[in-house]
């Protein structure tokens, strides 16, 4: 176990429908990192927070949206669900703001299914 | 930003065999390179890292390497074994850089 939660684990929705996917993060850790991973596909960076501020983005889409909040969860919001967006959501968190100062820890993930 | 390669995207290997996977990055200001296991259906787990100051680093059947000159970086598991099989994906991070660049990974499949 990584230490790193995340609700729902799975999670079915119809195209067009918002859903908001939530991330506790290791004690102590003040980063987190969600990824996008579909179907035997890489690790496709959204977005990182450090201690409650957005630090840095990647191909996240316009519909997409997350926050940290003071107690250091996470939540990631997508809507307008395409069925593109079907995938498995990771969050990662780590104790500091760089990758290269303390390592990632992932969780188990959240499988999103759009029919 | 940092562009990570890697290659084969999938290795079959007899158990006991060695394994080697390689990526390339394009910055040079990469510093930070770990690789992640992933098995099936699971979360990628961290299992190894080197920093740019160190040319070679080994834990039991794993070691990675790294070459700053040539800008790449290799994962070798000896002594395969079944539990082995999984996705592999190195990733890189240059100095300052709040974020992993992975590579896209390469499927692993240990033959008993």
């Known amino acids: 176990d990584s230490g790193v939660t995340q609700t729902p684990k799975h999670l079915i929705t119809a195209t067009g429908q918002r859903v908001t996917l939530r991330c506790s993060p290791r004690s102590g850790d003040l980063s987190v990192y969600w990824y996008q991973q579909s179907l035997d596909q890489g690790l496709q960076f959204l977005i990182q927070y450090y201690n409650g501020e957005e630090r840095a983005k990647g191909n996240i889409l316009e519909r997409f949206s997350a926050q940290q909040f003071p107690d250091l969860h996470s939540e990631l919001n997508l809507s307008s669900l395409e069925l593109g967006d079907s995938a498995l959501y990771f969050c990662?968190?780590?104790?500091?703001?760089?990758?290269?100062?303390?390592?990632?820890?992932f969780g188990n993930g959240t499988r999103l299914t759009v029919t | 930003g940092e562009n990570v390669e890697q290659h084969p995207s999938t290795l079959s290997v007899q158990e006991g065999d060695s394994a080697v996977i390689k990526c390339t990055y394009s910055?040079?200001?990469?510093?930070?390179f770990p690789w992640y296991k992933q098995e099936l259906g699971k979360r990628p787990q961290l299992i190894i890292d080197i920093r740019s100051n160190v040319g070679e680093k080994k834990d039991q059947r794993i070691a990675v390497t790294l070459n700053k000159t040539a800008k790449h970086f290799s994962l070798h598991i000896t002594e395969t074994q079944p539990e082995d099989s999984a996705v592999y994906f190195c990733a890189a991070t240059p100095r300052g850089a709040n974020n992993l660049f992975f590579g896209t990974g390469t499927r692993l499949t240990v033959i008993p």
């Open positions: 910055d040079s200001a990469s510093n930070y």
């Open positions: 990662a968190s780590s104790q500091r703001e760089e990758p290269r100062i303390s390592p990632l820890h």
